[in-house]
């Protein structure tokens, strides 16, 4: 574990004052304390101590692409128990762009959000925006979308660009390839991944406030994962993540990329599996060792009307929630529930954006809650129980467990009954 | 329902308290003021939290029933009315007929019926509809069926007679339904006059209407755009002589601040809140000034912020872009508010202004982010009720000419460059 910094130093003498700095220059902005283990499963409960406030994890990380979560104010997002949000690099750098922003005290002053950012590289956009961009050496080449004017995104361009956020957790720009592709591509990826952390790490002007996080890369290819994580883990970086998944591939080669990424990991450091967010996943790579997840699919999924629930998802739009008085979750404590009906939400879709927002709300404070539940589980020694639980909650019957999650859970020691 | 006036200033002007409102009777609204709007009973981009960052709400949430007719049978299966249904709780309902920014097409009407525009399209409503529609609301307070159809420019005098008689036909049958339904004791009648553009049909309306026993009066078809100001103002000030002094005069469709200012002069005590939610719908916010208060720190700094914009103004040349906006407020989709990182007002206390600036707001904008309509529902609604509070104390202080001037004068510090 990262020793805490001892910050309150009396510096008399101009050696050691010099010597202390290059120690707490050395030592990253982050601190990670493991506040329990699971005795069964990889599962921990950690406090993560970063610049703007203390994150509890596991942790679930609600995506506010533009400066803003969607149609969601700092205020309810805070109320709300959110303590770590993500902000996305390559929209922010296009609009407003980092000269703005930095103007404005980085993205924290820019949105007016007090606890702490998690950017992106902009480097994912790259499968999204594939048409777009050539990729090099050098960097990513776009084409902006706003100017048609081309645009290099280099591993020194994007770490600018997240300095210039002031995020507290940055994304190092890894060569990102669909988790579909196979071949030498993948290998080639991998590869760049690596010399691009390098340049990263060089560039991070702001090693003592910004903390720059590794990206695990290397595909379905459990020979290309271990090698990238036996060289990415020889870098001083503060945290890891797990890429290049969550993009479509099948659910049993994801969870053994990611236990085999987690049985690689340092424990002292943290690890966040990025782009996942269903449930049912979380749970399960929870279980799998991983801390941190972000996904924009719970807010995404409310502006159709899709609330979350313990039992999957309600379409508060369909007619048969027109006459249903029950709050979307008659155990949820949100605001939304406290309040409305599924019926007053089904009509005012209908008419105004608010309702939008109502299960946003919602939505947030499903994912919020469940990884608090999750956590207090590990810490009071019942996540066992806990998956258990939750799994019969989630699926009408035993028969419809994914077999993925069954197989994942299996490999960690839960059977599901 | 009890109208309380402490002043009547030049001949028109009323101050006051509207009292004993809602169902026991305990809530009360200051005059001149207007009504929270609301679409099926939301302000539109705000959810309860956020529209209790406000202070100083209105305690009269106006709703239309063109934004709840099509969920009637979900209302009749619900039983608790609509304040339940849509988790208000301590606000006094009124209910109107149409909404003041959707504009009706025309040519529905006929002698036994008016329609709505829902979501689903067109609802017609009878007498006998409109009234099973009120018993399920069960507003406190709601208007009577009318004829508002005279707003067309071509509008024949015959057309306009038979919107003032149909509507009086509809008001005696509304309040018959009305005093044999239970669920609607105690519940308030506003009737409507009606007359287009015609004044002697507008006194004759006045004086029929007048004739009933009604809680109060809506002043129908005379809403912007349907004729000009000063029509509007005679008209307003001949039907309100007709009107008895101690019962409300609810004005339909006026919501800019010059509007509102001249029509409390010609009586109006009561205005519908859409104005602040039109000017949020074209990505603008309302920076009028009405501080009257002779302060002359501020008058300095405002000097400067006026000489501020208007040079900007000039640089950019013709501001008014889009035709309904107007010189109340300022576009922050304008390229010039990028890097300005100063609140959308100073000194004001709305959510928005206390936590963000113009730079975030003009990003979210250009962004067709779903924050900006709620920051700017917000401050212009932060800020149209301030201006409502500030018509109140200069009728109170005897300086309503001081704040028609500032009003007039200001708008947002870019008249100098129109003319």
């Known amino acids: 574990m990262a020793a805490p910094i001892e910050r309150g130093v009396d510096t008399n003498t101009p050696e050691i004052n010099m010597s202390l700095k290059k120690t707490l220059s050395a030592v990253s902005p982050l601190t990670l304390r493991i506040v329990a283990e699971c005795p069964v499963t990889k599962a921990r409960a950690c406090d993560l101590v970063l610049p703007h406030c203390t994150v509890n994890t596991p942790v679930f990380m609600p995506v506010g692409t533009q400066g803003t979560l969607k149609g969601i104010t700092v205020d309810q997002l805070e109320s709300l128990g959110c303590q770590i949000c993500l902000g996305n690099t390559y929209h922010l750098g296009m609009r407003p762009g980092p000269e703005l922003i930095e103007k404005a005290n980085g993205l924290h002053g820019f949105m007016k959000w007090k606890n ?22 050098e960097g990513v080449k776009f084409k902006s979308p706003y100017d048609g004017k081309e645009i290099l995104l280099s591993p020194e361009k994007s770490i600018s660009i997240q300095n210039s956020l002031g995020s507290d957790i940055m994304m190092q720009l890894d060569d990102v390839v669909s988790s579909t592709v196979t071949g030498p591509r993948v290998e080639e990826a991998m590869h760049r991944s690596i010399r691009w952390l390098d340049r990263c790490i060089a560039a991070n002007k702001n090693p003592d406030k910004q903390n720059l996080f590794a990206i695990i890369q290397g595909g ?80 995404r999924t409310a502006r159709f009307g899709s609330a979350l629930v313990p039992w999957g998802s309600l379409q508060v739009k369909q007619k048969q929630y027109a006459k249903d008085f029950q709050p979307i979750d008659p155990d949820c404590q949100c605001p939304t529930c406290k309040r409305h009906s599924r019926a007053y939400l089904h009509a005012l879709f209908k008419t105004d954006t608010a309702a939008m927002h109502h299960v946003t709300v919602h939505n947030i404070a499903y994912q919020l809650t469940l990884m608090r539940s999750v956590r207090q589980s590990i810490v009071e020694g019942r996540f066992p129980e806990f998956i258990r639980t939750f799994m019969k909650r989630m699926f009408p019957s035993s028969e419809q467990y994914p077999g993925w999650a069954v197989d994942a859970l299996a490999s960690v020691n839960i059977t599901l009954d | ?89 301590d606000t006094v309902l009124y209910c109107s007929l149409h909404d003041p920014v959707t504009p009706c097409p025309a040519g529905h009407i006929t002698n036994k019926t008016v329609s709505v525009w829902g979501s689903g399209g067109r609802i017609e409503l009878t007498v006998a509809k409109f009234m099973a529609l009120q018993r399920t609301v069960r507003p406190d307070w709601y208007q009577s069926m009318a004829d508002g159809e005279t707003w067309q420019s071509n509008t024949s005098r015959k057309r306009v007679r038979k919107s003032v008689d149909r509507t009086l036909a509809h008001l005696d049958e509304c309040l018959l339904v009305h005093h044999k339904t239970q669920e609607l004791q105690g519940v308030a009648v506003f009737g409507v006059v009606e007359g287009g553009d015609i004044l002697e049909e507008r006194v004759r309306s006045a004086k029929e209407t007048a004739k009933r026993p009604v809680a109060g009066f809506c002043l129908d078809g005379l809403q912007t755009g349907s004729m000009d100001q000063a029509l509007r103002i005679q008209l307003i000030a001949a039907v309100t002589k007709e009107l008895p002094e101690g019962k409300p005069r609810l004005l339909q469709g006026v919501g800019r601040p010059d509007e509102v200012l001249a029509c409390v002069e010609a009586g109006v005590d009561l205005f519908e809140s859409f104005f602040p939610f039109q000017v949020t719908e074209r990505g603008c916010a309302l920076c009028f000034n009405f501080d009257i208060t002779p302060d002359p720190e501020r008058a300095v700094l405002e000097a400067d912020e006026e000489r501020d914009t208007a040079g900007e103004t000039h640089e950019n040349g013709e501001l008014n872009l889009d035709d309904q906006m107007t010189s109340f407020e300022i576009n922050l989709k304008d390229k010039r508010y990028q890097d300005d990182f100063r609140p959308l007002v100073e000194g004001c206390g709305c959510y928005c ?5 113009r730079a975030y707001l003009h990003h979210l904008l250009v962004t067709n982010e779903l924050l900006a309509g709620v920051l700017l529902m917000l401050h212009n609604t932060a800020h149209y009720l301030a201006f409502f509070g500030a018509l109140r104390e200069a009728l109170a202080q005897d300086t309503l000419d001081l704040l028609k001037k500032k009003v007039l004068k200001e708008k947002c510090g870019q008249t100098k460059s129109k003319e």
């Open chain 2, 353 to 357: 202004c206390r936590n963000h600036q």
């Open chain 1, 220 to 299: 379905l290819n459990a020979e290309l994962r271990k090698i990238c994580l036996e060289e990415m883990t020889q870098r001083d970086v503060p945290g890891f993540a797990i890429g290049g998944l969550s993009g479509g591939e099948e659910k049993d080669d994801f969870w053994r990329m990611v236990t085999l990424s987690t049985d690689h990991l340092p424990r002292e450091k943290p690890r966040y599996l990025m782009g996942v967010g269903y449930a049912v996943d979380l749970v399960v790579c929870v279980a799998l060792g991983c801390d941190m997840f972000d996904c924009v699919f719970p807010t």
């Open chain 1, 116 to 137: 702490n950012l998690l950017t992106d590289s902009g480097g994912f956009q790259m499968v999204s925006l594939v048409e777009l961009s050539e990729v090099t050496e």
């Open chain 2, 1 to 89: 329902m009890k109208l309380e006036l402490s002043r009547v200033v030049q001949g028109g002007c009323r101050l006051g308290v509207l009292k004993g409102l809602g169902r026991s009777g305990q809530h009360s609204l200051e005059v001149p003021g207007c009504l929270l709007y609301t679409r099926c009973g939301t302000v539109p981009h705000l959810t309860q939290d956020t529209l209790h960052t406000l202070t100083n709400l209105p305690s009269v949430t106006q709703l239309t029933l063109s934004t709840i007719a099509e969920h009637q049978e979900v209302l009749e299966d619900f039983k608790d009315g609509f304040r339940k249904f849509a988790g208000l709780h």
